[in-house]
Antibody, heavy 119, light 110 residues
């Protein structure tokens, strides 16, 4: 079964750092882009960026460039999303997704990681 | 303000048909393939339609997609209460070099 399994919920304070993960299984992890998508409470989906695990080629949405870092370790089929200094406005659900369809259509999604940042 | 425009909500009776629209521009829908996603409260989105009108394995043929120019539509026939969810369109935007989503449409089956 093709799946993406994300790390568990996080509760942090403003200014702290954080790295969440997304591990793929059931397919060749290096041959599909992995996207990160933010969903703030009660809001819609926002595309943050993507990474190609084979060579770690990374693209960011201008809205998130400089705010987060996307990385991957292909040896353990895992992608990461990290913050160096969290803000309360980073409170959201974060999903990873495999871009297995044309024009980055996302065909497999992780279960999501809730990040709560208190000020 | 989302790059792709969807109606915030639609509603219809069980058994009826509903159409959800998604409007964009030549830099996104006009020149790229559209995907549609279904999201139930508290769960991850799920791919419903890709490449404008293709259904992944396991998606019933009650769901259909189409595209014309800079707009796309999702059609759902034979509505069931279990179809109540949020629906999002998405595609690549060649000018912005990003993926863009619509703001989402909440479907209510009355």
């Amino acid at each position: 079964e093709v799946q993406l399994v994300q790390s568990g919920a996080e509760v942090k304070k403003s200014g702290e750092s954080l790295k969440i993960s997304c591990q793929g299984s059931g397919y060749s992890f290096t041959t599909s882009w992995i996207a990160w998508v933010r969903q703030m409470p009660g809001k819609g989906l926002e595309w943050m960026g993507i990474i190609y695990p084979s060579d770690s080629d990374t693209r960011y949405s201008p809205s998130f460039q400089g705010q987060v870092t996307i990385s991957a370790d292909k040896s353990i089929s895992t992608a990461y999303l990290q913050w160096s200094s969290l803000k309360a406005s980073d409170t959201a659900m974060y999903y990873c997704a495999r871009c297995g369809r044309t024009d980055y259509g996302m065909d497999v999604w992780g279960q999501g990681t809730t990040v709560t940042v208190s000020s | 303000q989302s790059v792709l425009t969807q109606p915030p909500s639609v509603s219809a009776a069980p058994g009826q048909k509903v159409i959800i629209s998604c409007s964009g521009s030549s830099s996104n829908i006009g020149n790229n393939y559209v995907s549609w996603y279904q999201q139930f409260p508290g769960t991850a989105p799920k791919l419903l339609i890709y490449d404008n009108n293709k259904r992944p394995s396991g998606i019933p043929d009650r769901f259909s997609g189409s595209k014309s120019g800079t707009s796309a539509t999702l059609g759902i026939t034979g509505l069931q209460t279990g179809d109540e969810a949020d629906y999002y369109c998405g595609t690549r935007d060649s000018s912005l070099s990003v993926v863009v989503f619509g703001g989402g449409t909440t479907l209510t089956v009355l």
